[in-house]
């Protein structure tokens, strides 16, 4: 079994106190046919949903962006995140400093980016929402909520 | 009309800074021109032919007067004093500096607008019927559902990289006055037998290269589920829709594709595991809005009658007003498509004027509709003849709503970096040909409509008749389409055969309205005639 090329040695941010998993991510595929991985890789055409039986021993999810402008990733993690899946889950590739504050509403909790983002840039990046309209994979209240007497 | 709370405006504020910042890295070379340009178009900026072009958003197409103002200021502040008016009932502007376009939406701010997903592959700004709160047949206004889906929309964290651009409409009567099923999802909001309100979902359509007539996918949701099956419709979109090829990538395809059956399922699934996450605002949000929208103080025992004897006004009133479900009241259009003029454009005076009329005869608000027209939605029957009076005196009393010269036309050679053929002076000639030879009156309804390239921007496969400018061996070209339709029995028009150049177009046209007046029972308008009569008698005239 051939590991895929990402390891914790390119991620830039991670929003986690575990210690990272050790080993790289397997493809969905190798994933469902082995029974001892606890990383795997999503890329934009598998279906997330393969894994919801398995995420008990899941630890690490990284979803690929080959191009930002593909957004099939947002969709996986936000179904990753309503299944319960606890683990660390990490965009990895094309991801780009104006990403940042969506992939975190999507529930990714790190970031491994192709091209290093600038430092600044991106603790901007992440911290530009004060308030969001909508509910998603993080736990925010949404602005509809706070109006009707939910706190922050 | 909506107006914004604090949270609405810490929402604008933000975007505004955010987009300053994104232009200061692009200008200072941290974003390539690659990775700049899904933010930019994402605040309705485009790179055009000749500069830059700002789309503002009009959100359902309503406006107050402070912020129609403030569209003329832009259009003299920023760009050459005038702007153009869109099928989306946004307006643009076509001479745009990169570095102005922060300042522009920081203006826009100001009096609660913006240019948020003007474009771009995300939920695009939401449409709606321009009589909405006025209309005699509607079951409810449609604008606080187009908010509240408006605000979901805004920044959807998962639906800001779809496969393709997504454009949302809702109604709420019978009469369809906004192309509902041309759009990837059309919403007409129904009452069902125990009289309650929900909301019915037309999923696929649009018009582009391949046109489709969007499918009934559910009869009704229940308005607590409104978001919620939005988003399952999106997500199914979002997950399957074709990557692969640009011009496959609506959501029409998908639904075509998968089958409506499959797709409803898909949608089903989705709904079903979306339940219970607690995504759906509580209806007392939709109540909230709503209250933005409740009827402005209507004078009650208003006079019914008005007073006719000045004929060119007896002619305006018959043409440019629509019923109103307040006795005494009417729903007027103001026309931009004066004799020969550029369709939807208006200049900066015009601009300001009609926010003035706004103001004091139409209870501060005024729409766009997607005919690239502004409706003052309630005006007095017994102070119609002063408004005429004054709109005539600026240029603005064209009595020609839904005739011949009533066209819509996209921008296109003359601005757009898509287009293949100019639309403005095709557009222009018609008007003037129909003008002197004095038959647009006698036509009656006839829709045409004018795109400059496949995209359809100008909606020529909705117009009773259609036409679509092509290249051909680098010589602009006209297709005629007849038979298209955007209303309740909507239809797509059928190409006549082979295409003309820019006067044999405008002779094309007047050739099929002849078929028409000499094919025409009573009572009938073009679009009747021909769906009677079929291609072959103008085809016969046109190529015979």
């Known amino acids: 079994m051939v590991d895929l090329a990402g390891t914790t040695?390119?991620?830039?941010?991670?929003?986690?106190?575990?210690?990272?998993?050790?080993?790289?991510?397997?493809?969905?595929?190798?994933?469902?046919?082995?029974?001892?991985?606890?990383?795997?890789?999503?890329?934009?055409?598998?279906?997330?949903?393969?894994?919801?039986?398995?995420?008990?021993?899941?630890?690490?999810?990284?979803?690929?962006?080959?191009?930002?402008?593909?957004?099939?990733?947002?969709?996986?993690?936000?179904?990753?995140?309503?299944?319960?899946?606890?683990?660390?889950?990490?965009?990895?590739?094309?991801?780009?400093?104006d990403q940042l504050s969506h992939f975190r509403r999507c529930g990714f909790d790190s970031f491994a980016p192709d091209q290093p983002l600038n430092e600044e840039d991106a603790q901007r990046a992440f911290a530009t929402w004060p308030q969001v309209y909508q509910a998603a994979a993080d736990d925010r209240a949404p602005i509809w909520a706070l109006r009707h007497g939910r706190k922050a | 009309m909506y107006r914004y709370d604090q949270y609405d405006q810490t929402m604008v504020d933000t975007r505004v800074a955010e987009f300053r910042d994104q232009t200061r890295r692009r200008i200072e070379g941290h974003l390539t021109e690659d990775q700049f340009k899904p933010l930019r178009l994402q605040n309705g900026l485009y790179l055009q032919l000749h500069a830059y072009m700002l789309r503002v958003a009009v959100p359902y197409?309503?406006?107050?007067?402070?912020?129609?103002?403030?569209?003329?200021?832009?259009?003299?502040?920023?760009?050459?004093?005038?702007?153009?008016?869109?099928?989306?009932?946004?307006?643009?502007?076509?001479?745009?500096?990169?570095?102005?376009?922060?300042?522009?939406?920081?203006?826009?701010?100001?009096?609660?607008?913006?240019?948020?997903?003007t474009s771009g592959n995300c939920i695009r700004n939401i449409s709606s019927d321009h009589y909405a709160g006025a209309a005699a047949d509607e079951v409810t206004d449609p604008r606080p559902y187009a908010e509240l889906l408006r605000q979901w929309s805004s920044f959807h964290p998962e639906f800001l990289a779809l496969p393709r651009k997504f454009k949302i409409a809702v109604i709420a009567s019978e009469t369809d006055r906004a192309a509902m099923k041309l759009h990837d999802i059309g919403i007409r909001i129904v009452k069902n037998e125990s009289g309650e309100l929900g909301a019915a979902f037309y999923v696929g359509g649009g018009m582009g290269r391949t046109p489709m007539i969007a499918p009934l996918v559910r009869e009704f949701v229940p308005l607590d589920q409104l978001i919620t099956y939005s988003e399952a419709c999106l997500r199914v979109y979002n997950r399957y829709g074709r990557r692969d090829n640009k011009y496959k990538a609506r959501i029409k395809i998908l639904v075509h594709e998968l089958g409506l059956d499959e797709y409803r399922r898909q949608v089903e699934d989705e709904f079903a595991q979306l339940q219970g996450q607690d995504i759906e605002p509580p209806l007392a949000e939709l109540e909230r809005i709503g209250e933005y929208f409740r009827d402005p103080p209507f004078t009650v025992g208003l006079p019914e009658e008005i007073d006719r004897s000045d004929p060119d006004f007896a002619l305006?009133?018959?043409?440019?007003?629509?019923?109103?479900?307040?006795?005494?009241?009417?729903?007027?259009?103001?026309?931009?498509?004066?004799?020969?003029?550029?369709?939807?454009?208006?200049?900066?005076?015009?601009?300001?004027?009609?926010?003035?009329?706004?103001?004091?005869?139409?209870?501060?608000?005024?729409?766009?509709?997607h005919a690239q027209n502004i409706v003052l939605a309630h005006v007095e029957k017994q102070r119609l003849h002063e408004l005429w009076s004054k709109l005539d005196e600026a240029g603005l009393g064209t009595a020609n709503l839904d005739l011949i010269g009533d066209i819509i036309a996209c921008p296109g050679l003359d601005y757009c970096s898509l287009a293949n053929a100019r639309s403005i002076p095709v557009a222009q000639k018609i008007s003037q040909r129909f003008a002197e030879n004095g038959k647009d009156g006698v036509l009656g309804e006839l829709k045409l409509k004018i795109s400059g390239c496949i995209n359809a921007c100008g909606h020529h496969h909705a117009g009773h008749i259609g036409i679509l400018g092509v290249d051909k061996k680098g010589t602009e070209n006209y297709q005629l389409l007849l038979g298209g339709c955007e209303g309740d029995d909507t239809s797509l028009g059928k190409i006549t055969g082979p295409g003309f150049d820019e006067d044999g177009i405008v002779n094309a046209v007047e050739t099929a309205t002849d078929v028409y007046l000499r094919e025409r029972a009573d009572g009938e308008r073009f679009l009747d005639t021909y769906r009677r009569i079929g291609m072959e008698p103008f085809k016969e005239a046109l190529y015979g």
């Open chain 2, 61 to 117: 197409g309503t406006l107050n007067s402070a912020q129609m103002h403030m569209l003329a200021t832009i259009a003299d502040k920023y760009d050459r004093g005038y702007g153009h008016f869109t099928t989306r009932q946004n307006i643009q502007y076509n001479w745009i500096k990169l570095e102005d376009a922060p300042d522009i939406l920081a203006d826009l701010a100001t009096v609660e607008m913006h240019a948020i997903q």
């Open chain 1, 9 to 97: 040695d390119n991620v830039q941010f991670r929003f986690r106190d575990d210690e990272p998993v050790d080993h790289g991510a397997v493809t969905v595929d190798a994933f469902l046919d082995q029974s001892n991985a606890a990383a795997v890789r999503i890329e934009p055409g598998d279906d997330a949903r393969k894994l919801l039986p398995h995420l008990e021993r899941v630890k690490l999810v990284e979803v690929n962006f080959p191009a930002f402008t593909d957004g099939r990733g947002y969709s996986s993690a936000r179904i990753l995140r309503e299944a319960g899946y606890q683990g660390e889950l990490r965009a990895v590739g094309d991801v780009l400093v």
């Open chain 2, 316 to 369: 305006w009133v018959d043409r440019n007003t629509h019923a109103h479900k307040q006795p005494g009241y009417v729903a007027v259009t103001i026309s931009l498509k004066p004799v020969g003029g550029i369709p939807g454009d208006a200049t900066a005076a015009q601009i300001h004027l009609m926010a003035d009329l706004a103001r004091e005869y139409s209870f501060d608000e005024c729409r766009v509709t």
